[in-house]
């Protein structure tokens, strides 16, 4: 994620992960991290936590140069819109197979069912939607709850 909001996710993972998992959560808004924090430490996780303050790209791109490609077991991409795609293509990398990748958002309000010539958001979550549909590296699952999540497994 490029952010973490208030960790809401990223604590729920870590309660639910055996002692020795962790959680890698990129924010790059010191209030979130700020507002976050806090709860880690009273739920008894923020040994779990790394919060990675930098935008998601480069701490992706970091975590493959440090050779931790293919031993994530699970990815949750909900951040901007516009780097989707990057994040999916770098978290398909980071995860062994078997591994799950979750988008969330994946179905924008319905906007990208013919999304508008200025709604670039909702092209783009289109294209990355279209793109997964015929990606071979990936078995894949839409949950049509909430705004849309995609469940893809690597082959």
């Not at 962790?22 to 009273?42: H, L, Q, R, S, T």
């Not at 994040?87 to 979750?102: D, F, T």
Request: hydrophobic share 40%.
């Amino acid at each position: 994620e490029d952010w973490m909001y208030t960790g809401y996710n990223a604590l729920s993972m870590a309660l639910a992960m055996p002692e020795n998992g962790c959680v890698v959560a990129c924010e790059i808004d010191d209030n979130y991290v700020n507002i976050a924090k806090p709860f880690f430490k009273e739920a008894g996780v923020e040994n779990k936590i790394d919060v990675r303050h930098e935008i998601a790209m480069k701490t992706l791109n970091d975590l493959i140069a440090a050779g931790e490609a293919g031993t994530y077991d699970f990815v949750f991409i909900d951040a901007d819109k516009s780097n989707y795609d990057g994040y999916y293509e770098k978290s398909l990398e980071l995860i062994r197979k078997g591994g799950i990748i979750a988008i969330d958002n994946v179905l924008w309000s319905g906007k990208v069912v013919n999304p508008a010539p200025d709604d670039v958001t909702s092209q783009t979550l289109d294209a990355l939607n279209k793109k997964l549909h015929k990606d071979q590296r990936i078995e894949l699952s839409m949950l049509t709850v909430g705004d849309g999540l995609t469940i893809a497994i690597k082959r």
